[in-house]
């Protein structure tokens, strides 16, 4: 049974930091790009980052430099570490696999999706 199940989202201050991870059971990660999606009240569904299996990443560029994406196939585990957070970045955040390079990683190409984890930026 193929599963993505996230973890470590909350509520933190603008500038903190917050760290997510999905981990990956019942298909062969390595064979796959993994990365974050998220989605904000009212908008669509966005690729924030992602990684290949040969580690090569990409962002959107409203969180470059501020978010670091990692994937360890041992643990069949991706990260996203999330610093200088800002109301903005308040949202769902979703992980997601598919079978591309991270140039092409779309909702549409997702073959599997987690069950969210709700990311609130808030004073």
């Known amino acids: 049974q193929v599963q993505l199940v996230e973890s470590g989202g909350g509520l933190v201050q603008p500038g903190g930091s917050l760290r997510l991870s999905c981990a990956a059971s019942?298909?062969?990660?390595?064979?796959?790009?993994i990365g974050w999606f998220r989605q904000a009240a009212g908008k669509e569904r966005e690729a924030v980052s992602c990684?290949?299996?040969?580690?090569?990443?990409t962002y959107i560029d409203s969180v470059k430099g501020r978010f670091t994406i990692a994937r360890d196939d041992a643990k069949n585990t991706v990260y996203l570490q999330m610093n200088s957070l800002k109301p903005e970045d308040t949202a769902v955040y979703y992980c997601?696999?598919?079978?591309?390079?991270?140039?092409?990683?779309?909702?549409?190409?997702?073959?599997?999706w987690g069950q969210g984890t709700q990311v609130t930026v808030s004073s």
């Open positions: 019942g298909f062969p990660l390595g064979a796959y790009a």
């Open positions: 990684v290949t299996s040969s580690e090569i990443t």
């Open positions: 997601a696999t598919a079978r591309t390079l991270c140039q092409y990683f779309r909702a549409y190409r997702v073959a599997y």
